[in-house]
């Protein structure tokens, strides 16, 4: 091979920042390499990036492998004492051209491979400025990194340290560079994204930060949040769903669990009447809202009764779009020491919710039938609605924004019939 293959796992941020790493490392003269930007929010997700680097390893047997992220933060000598591995960069250094320039010789010690401060010392986040996402027609953008809340089943904040938030100026900048090179959608992203702002001059809130970005970049035709916290959403997160139709009408929240006394153990900070009355509240402002949302079956002490509680909430929300996870010990982690269910019980009830998350879905497919909608189109012959619901579009070029009618679904995606196109 020659070049940089960059492999990425996990979130919307690890996307953005494998991004901005293909970018440095080829500043810095790096060729013939492959960076793996690993995720550590479950034990299956740290083993297929170990899959992934003994696969790379096979395949470009002289190329320099540099392993990253989240998990290669947590557990840094498990992988530099992979044979495969020639250096293992931390979650900050993984974004600075240096990294990619002082790199070890082949053949070292785990010792010498080892590239990781310690995250937690890290007390800002520099805006990364990219021209393009490779392989999507909808931008990423990073607006805030890190997690101040300690929820015991969750590893991240161990790599990706504490909340830290980019200067809405920066925000700007980067959204206007983005629309320049041909994005018509942006998407915010972060660890805790709702937290954004608290470490700023002012205290803006992500709402806010919207908002400004939607009146100084007209050019943004659509703009969508990651992954977001309920309890955290403001009045200017509530005015945008209300009245902006630029924003677009879909959320994804972290509920992870709809039965108290488990919501307790996790340490979250909502209850389960919260998460129902806000997407209540949310479903009256904007009545096409569609919500997804993550969920863990099998958390440990979890009972019958308790998981049939995370069902009903997915079903009391309204939810179309379930991620479910099956609870993953992370070491490190207080919910790791609590009193554990079998793994065959936790993959049961994961596989259960996945069954009335489907069963969700298949209702808000029917429910769309009929409808008119705006599409833009991927790059791989499909499409997003604009509640994010998947739309089969074989005949229609990458980039089109299309208006359609939905004329049916097959269980998975929707159906249409395109009515006007346009490039966006």
Same mark, same amino acid.
């Given at each position: 091979?020659?070049?940089?293959?960059?492999?990425?796992?996990?979130?919307?941020? !690890?996307?953005?920042?494998?991004?901005?790493?293909?970018?440095?490392?080829?500043?810095?003269?790096?060729?013939?390499?492959?960076?793996?930007?690993?995720?550590?929010?479950?034990?299956?997700?740290?083993?297929?990036?170990?899959?992934?680097?003994?696969?790379?390893?096979?395949?470009?047997?002289?190329?320099? =492998?540099?392993?990253?992220?989240?998990?290669?933060?947590?557990?840094?000598?498990?992988?530099?004492?992979?044979?495969?591995?020639?250096?293992? *960069?931390?979650?900050?250094?993984?974004?600075?051209?240096?990294?990619?320039?002082?790199?070890?010789?082949?053949?070292?010690?785990?010792?010498?491979?080892?590239?990781?401060?310690?995250?937690?010392? /890290?007390?800002?986040?520099?805006? $990364?400025? /990219?021209?393009? /996402?490779?392989?999507?027609?909808?931008?990423? =953008?990073?607006?805030? !990194?890190?997690?101040?809340?300690?929820?015991?089943?969750?590893?991240?904040?161990?790599?990706?340290? !504490?909340?830290?938030?980019?200067?809405?100026?920066?925000?700007?900048?980067?959204?206007?560079?983005?629309?320049?090179?041909?994005?018509?959608?942006?998407?915010?992203?972060?660890?805790?994204?709702?937290?954004?702002?608290?470490?700023?001059?002012?205290?803006?809130?992500?709402?806010?930060?919207?908002?400004?970005?939607?009146?100084?970049?007209?050019?943004?035709?659509?703009?969508?949040?990651?992954?977001?916290?309920?309890?955290?959403?403001?009045?200017?997160?509530?005015?945008? /769903?209300?009245?902006?139709?630029?924003?677009?009408?879909?959320?994804?929240? +972290?509920?992870?669990?709809?039965?108290?006394? =488990?919501?307790?153990?996790?340490?979250?900070?909502?209850?389960?009447?919260?998460?129902?009355?806000?997407?209540?509240?949310?479903?009256?402002?904007?009545?096409?809202?569609?919500?997804?949302?993550?969920? =863990?079956?099998?958390?440990?002490?979890?009972?019958?009764?308790?998981?049939?509680?995370?069902?009903?909430?997915?079903?009391?929300?309204?939810?179309?779009?379930?991620?479910?996870?099956?609870? +993953?010990?992370?070491?490190?982690?207080?919910?790791?020491?609590?009193? $554990?269910?079998?793994?065959? *019980?936790?993959?049961?009830?994961?596989?259960?919710?996945?069954?009335?998350?489907?069963?969700? $879905?298949?209702?808000?497919?029917?429910?769309?039938?009929? +409808?008119?909608?705006?599409?833009?189109?991927?790059?791989?012959?499909?499409?997003?609605?604009?509640?994010?619901?998947?739309?089969?579009?074989?005949?229609?070029?990458?980039?089109?924004?299309?208006?359609?009618?939905?004329?049916?679904?097959?269980?998975?995606?929707?159906?249409? $019939?395109?009515?006007?196109?346009?490039?966006?």
């Amino acid at each position: 091979m020659s070049g940089v293959d960059v492999i990425t796992f996990g979130c919307r941020l !690890n996307t953005y920042e494998s991004e901005v790493m293909r970018s440095e490392a080829e500043k810095a003269g790096l060729n013939n390499a492959v960076l793996v930007n690993t995720c550590a929010v479950t034990g299956e997700a740290v083993r297929q990036a170990r899959a992934a680097i003994r696969r790379a390893r096979r395949e470009n047997p002289h190329a320099r =492998i540099i392993v990253t992220g989240c998990a290669a933060q947590t557990e840094k000598q498990t992988f530099a004492e992979m044979p495969e591995v020639d250096v293992v *960069l931390g979650n900050e250094e993984k974004l600075k051209s240096a990294s990619y320039r002082a790199l070890p010789d082949f053949g070292v010690s785990a010792e010498e491979k080892l590239r990781v401060n310690d995250i937690m010392s /890290i007390k800002a986040t520099a805006p $990364q400025m /990219i021209k393009h /996402i490779d392989g999507h027609v909808r931008a990423f =953008i990073q607006v805030q !990194n890190g997690c101040d809340h300690r929820c015991t089943f969750c590893i991240i904040p161990y790599g990706r340290g !504490n909340s830290r938030s980019v200067p809405m100026g920066a925000v700007v900048e980067q959204a206007r560079k983005l629309t320049e090179n041909g994005y018509c959608e942006i998407v915010l992203t972060g660890v805790d994204a709702t937290s954004y702002g608290a470490d700023l001059p002012g205290e803006p809130s992500l709402g806010y930060l919207a908002k400004t970005l939607l009146r100084q970049v007209p050019d943004i035709l659509r703009l969508r949040l990651s992954s977001i916290d309920s309890i955290e959403a403001d009045h200017h997160l509530l005015d945008l /769903i209300a009245d902006e139709p630029r924003f677009m009408p879909h959320l994804h929240l +972290s509920l992870q669990h709809g039965d108290d006394m =488990i919501l307790k153990r996790m340490k979250r900070r909502h209850m389960r009447a919260d998460a129902i009355a806000f997407c209540h509240q949310v479903k009256s402002l904007r009545p096409e809202i569609a919500f997804g949302a993550d969920m =863990i079956a099998g958390f440990p002490t979890e009972t019958e009764k308790m998981f049939e509680n995370a069902a009903t909430l997915a079903e009391e929300c309204g939810i179309s779009n379930l991620h479910v996870f099956p609870y +993953s010990p992370r070491p490190g982690t207080p919910a790791a020491r609590m009193p $554990q269910l079998d793994r065959g *019980l936790v993959k049961n009830r994961a596989a259960r919710l996945r069954e009335r998350g489907e069963a969700l $879905q298949q209702v808000h497919l029917a429910n769309m039938v009929g +409808s008119r909608q705006t599409i833009l189109v991927e790059n791989n012959g499909f499409a997003h609605t604009d509640n994010f619901t998947l739309v089969a579009a074989p005949d229609l070029p990458p980039r089109t924004l299309a208006q359609v009618v939905i004329t049916g679904h097959n269980g998975k995606h929707l159906d249409m $019939q395109c009515l006007a196109a346009e490039a966006a």
